[in-house]
């Protein structure tokens, strides 16, 4: 279950403190000229240690191309795998992973679904991971399918307060400071995508997009359109009253998030999903050890006091991944 | 696209109007005594017509299964397949539909995607279609992989009032006299599932529930757990503190809802889906026709003031589509 | 594992003594208008009981549409459910199947398999399912992809014989009498295929052509082009020498059969497959029951004395769906 | 289409004259220690330059793993990538052939497919990604589902000739001095599977064996047990009578090759491949341009005078990926 993808399939490997992460990209189209910057920028977009408030790993996360591309970039139509070694692993700062079960983290279930733990860190469940979806959806944006359609993702509100970035900044500066993580909700807009994507029953168009969005690490809910708040309304406030502009059949409002019947109708695709605070603290925590017997978890290592701030380009190369997979489908 | 799961395997066909609906499930271990009466049991919860307040479609909605099965509803391991006859189609209640778009229906979506619409109704787009799916989930909840498994949902708010029962009943009943219809949300608690079951990238267990919930008609969010609330609070407000209970490893909270790096914890999965409500109102509307002309839609037919009512056994269903095959694959 | 094809999928079910054959053909395009008359006829080449040669098992075989098309049988783009009830099941006649292995039957090992069978027959192992088969691949032969494009089988050899259809139909004619049985070899040409279809490392088209022939029933072997004759020459014999006809690139000979590297290359594809004789002879056979005891099989019930003559609407049906599905894929 | 396998998959990438080779293998299952030696003696079988009779590319061919091991090579349950990386490319060699339509290679059918050929060599379509299977089935043959079971291939004729491999190994000398190349016969043989694996409809055992094998480079015809032979026989020629020996079922011959009705009955399965005459000669041959132009093919550069040979250890590793995925997916 590292495969991503019908048409367009990003099979992915590596764990945090192996060797190295990369993936196979399979069904790109031959004869597309890439940007090796376009990749660059979004996985510059992902990395931590930008700033105070992210954390501190410092890796450069440029990936080695290694088939499926000419030297100068151009697709062959054969699967693309890249690869990025992991440098900066400082697996000892994890050592208590292996004896202790941190809260809200997958130490517990991974050891229950797998029976074993990689010792050297967090293994598949780690954000780390995201980088290869980055590159992925890096490569998917430039497809010749994609042209015309736009990806926009920000961060909409953080620990409750969704005011102003200032405002947001400030609330995640304090929970650095304390010690402390805090959650967030990232929205994102795609326009320009055509009428028509997606189908009646199993695979709508919103489906596969909370499938996707859903595998993001701390990913908590999805919702499209007016979502949750479309759940206390009644039907008249929420009817999208269809128009004619300049001979084009278009709607009055866009509560349905531009799906209806999990088909996309030409308007703007919106949607939002909601990020659990990091549950790694800088503070010590009452917990059991692999026996069951209780044990504290001492505070340390890397600190990422708001996930939901870097997910912001992986939810984008999520949904690119998804909608190339489904315009290629077609 | 009109095949769920994976190792068990539902394949679906039937357009509303057309001659039935019905499936194929594939992948039920033999020798499995099934029970008729749980089949008719929860194809009779979903059935409309049980109230005033749901729509007045009448039909048995009782499968034919044509095989896989002993004449004594033993599974023979080979694929079971069921029909049900559509016999109340009134066809003619839609006649406008093939001509006007009505809003926040598939109508026009579908348009786009296939170009051709079933002339006799709402083709796949109809919630008709999650009769195959109670039918398909009253088998999987009882395969012997589920034994000792809850899955029980409930409507826990309608148009924004979470009251009581009671209440709800009130502002549907409301709707229904204003010819108006309105949201609600669905709560879904499955208990007994062991720890481990699902997958740390993708196929994680609640991107596989939410792409379930969101394939059923009118879904407008996912979230489990704390969901969204979670995005509004602190990592040390949402941190499910790790004990011992009886020599077993358990957690003082639930905020994770049962699922922690996409795999189960041993906990109850908690989950909640929003849907919009019902787009057919009883109420003329402005709209446009297939050549983009203003157009009004005429209130007529049945009308189901609150879509959500009618969701509850679909989501139970989905959830116990899921479950199994996540079970059988392991 | 009831389901042939990625983009055009043909699920299938039905135990031969059970209520009904049927499938379920996803991934037909909208619009199509499909002849019912093109379907009977391949039904109708399959159909036992046409001649003293074939078994007499006597159903008409004609199948119900149950979804998917409109009244006067256009494709509406969703899945194109059919059933064909089974009518003359004559389950007496196979009384010591229950009890007695066959030779050569699938018996012994469908009970490793799934320790049930169907006590009324030869379940899914029985050549009725490739009924199934055959009404799909008239569907597909009838798509717009596969315009242009000739698929067409016959019998080269049988029991040796491979003079003169005449002289094949003495020595069936011969077996038949002696209560004997004779396996045979089905030629399958593919005319008007272009090239550039498959793909160079898995998925090849002849790769794709095996899987799908070595499906059907008593199927024993598989070759294109020059096969097994191949491994005995040298590459000086072998050599499909390039030449330009009309401005077009074409080959002086074809013993590639089509195929260079997995893709078509537009010369006519050319398989071969073998069938062995059908394992029910009309002679007492010496065998075990179920719990190892020496026992004898009495000969009885219908005998059909070469399955390969059969064969040959089945190979076509399977070359239909493979190519249909192959092409839409691109 | 570069992913081999159901729940044993592996993906592969790499062109021949690209920088790397390689693949992810994933649904290993965790905590299996694995020897390299077995993977590099498996390497080794199939190196080119072993002897002055099979190509001289020499490269070590170890491949470095890069995710899904312990350091000391114990299974994590994530996905197994490995990279052998490309040192010997030699490109120069085949300047021509991005001009020129080499008989019976994919040049011109590569061209039909994609448009777009690497312009260092022969891309997907070389033999060189068949080094990645035999990594993924070096490691397959270690699982424990594997174990007690034997994989075992071995040349069994060359042009014709099946004397002796003394005899045959003339033919091969032979046909190298005269820059000519011959076809060959590979039998495989399985022991120790138990019975009951594979399917009685699609996914059949021998189906999925087949496609296995015709995905084989210059394979040209799959049988098994007596396979095209079987087609020449009458019915009482082929029974394979059941016995008890020991209170274990079993058959006094084996003209099934250990298959039934796509089922295993526990006999060796026992399959041949047709594989045809390298196409590569040491000859000038006469062609066309890529304009279709006539031209002329020098004869230069590496020559292995039966692709046979070589393909023995990859025969085994199919067999190994195959087999190992069934069993895991049972």
């Known amino acids: 279950m590292n495969t991503f993808g019908k048409k367009l399939r990003l099979t992915t490997f590596g764990e945090s403190h192996g060797k190295a992460m990369g993936g196979i990209l399979d069904g790109v189209p031959a004869g597309i000229q890439l940007s090796m910057e376009i990749i660059e920028r979004e996985t510059a977009r992902r990395r931590p240690g930008q700033s105070a408030l ?72 780690s954000a780390r991971e995201t980088l290869n979806w980055v590159i992925g959806g890096a490569v998917a944006r430039q497809l010749p399918c994609m042209a015309g359609i736009s990806i926009a993702a920000r961060i909409v509100s953080v620990g409750g307060v969704a005011d102003s970035m200032e405002e947001m900044m400030k609330v ?78 278009t709607t009055l409002s866009n509560h349905s998030g531009g799906i209806q019947g999990g088909i ?13 605070p990091t549950p790694t603290l800088l503070r010590d925590l009452p917990t059991v050890d692999k026996a069951g017997h209780p044990a504290t978890l001492r505070a340390k290592g890397r600190h990422d006091p708001c996930v939901a701030l870097r997910a912001v380009p992986v939810v984008e190369a999520m949904a690119a991944l998804t909608l190339a997979d489904m315009l290629l489908e077609r």
């Open 264 to 276: 996309s109708n030409g308007q703007d695709i919106v949607m939002r999903i909601a990020f659990k």
């Open 54 to 125: 992210v954390t501190a790993r410092n890796e450069k996360d440029i990936p080695e191309f290694l088939s499926g591309l000419t030297d100068g970039m151009v697709t062959l139509g054969t699967p693309i795998a890249f690869m990025v070694r992991n440098t900066d692993q400082h697996s000892s700062d994890y050592a208590d992973m292996e004896r202790l079960y941190r809260p809200n983290h997958a130490d517990y279930t991974y050891d229950m679904r797998y029976g074993i733990r990689d010792p050297r860190g967090g293994g598949r469940s």
């Open 172 to 249: 995640v500066a304090q929970a650095k400071k304390d010690g402390d993580s805090v959650g967030g909700v990232v929205e994102c807009v795609v326009s320009g995508l055509p009428a028509g994507l997606g189908n009646p029953v199993f695979g709508k168009l919103h489906a596969r997009l909370a499938e996707a969005m859903m595998s993001i690490n701390a990913a908590k809910g999805f919702e499209y359109g007016d979502g949750f708040a479309a759940a206390s309304q009644h039907g008249t406030e929420q009817a999208d009253i269809f128009t004619s502009q300049d001979g084009k059949i």
